[in-house]
Nanobody, 124 residues
Framework: QVQLEESGGGLVQAGGSLRLSCAAS????????MGWFRQAPGKEREFVAA????????HYTDSVQGRFTVGRDNVENTVYLQMNSLKPEDTAVYYC?????????????????WGQGTQVTVSS
């Protein structure tokens, strides 16, 4: 079992930055790729970014490409999401998740473990 805990959310003005962290703990039977998802009020949870288990591949949804950067530190068992040039439409609860698919996945159903989420609010 893998436990995931997000941190770093908060309130920021449009144009500002936040850095989310996701700390992994527990016993993993194999390396996991990691994904970030978000869910705004009244909307479905959506894919934001993913990173392969060794950090060699990353994927982003179009709306965050060029503004968000996903990274990981396998020594610290932590995944990061650096969010720059934030917009009000980025407001959501952000979740990290772990998948056995090497390069990560766009699909929620392909993730095995989830964190509890951290709130990001961007004011205009």
């Amino acid at each position: 079992q893998v436990q995931l805990e997000e941190s770093g959310g908060g309130l920021v003005q449009a144009g500002g930055s936040l850095r989310l962290s996701c700390a992994a703990s527990g016993r993993a039977d194999r390396p996991y790729a990691m994904g970030w998802f978000r869910q705004a009020p009244g909307k479905e949870r959506e894919f934001v970014a993913a990173i392969s288990w060794n950090g060699g591949r990353t994927h982003y949804t179009d709306s965050v490409q060029g503004r968000f950067t996903v990274g990981r530190d396998n020594v610290e068992n932590t995944v990061y999401l650096q969010m720059n040039s934030l917009k009000p439409e980025d407001t959501a609860v952000y979740y990290c998740a772990a998948t056995k698919i090497y390069s990560g996945s766009y699909y929620l159903r392909e993730y095995d473990f989830w964190g509890q989420g951290t709130q990001v609010t961007v004011s205009s």
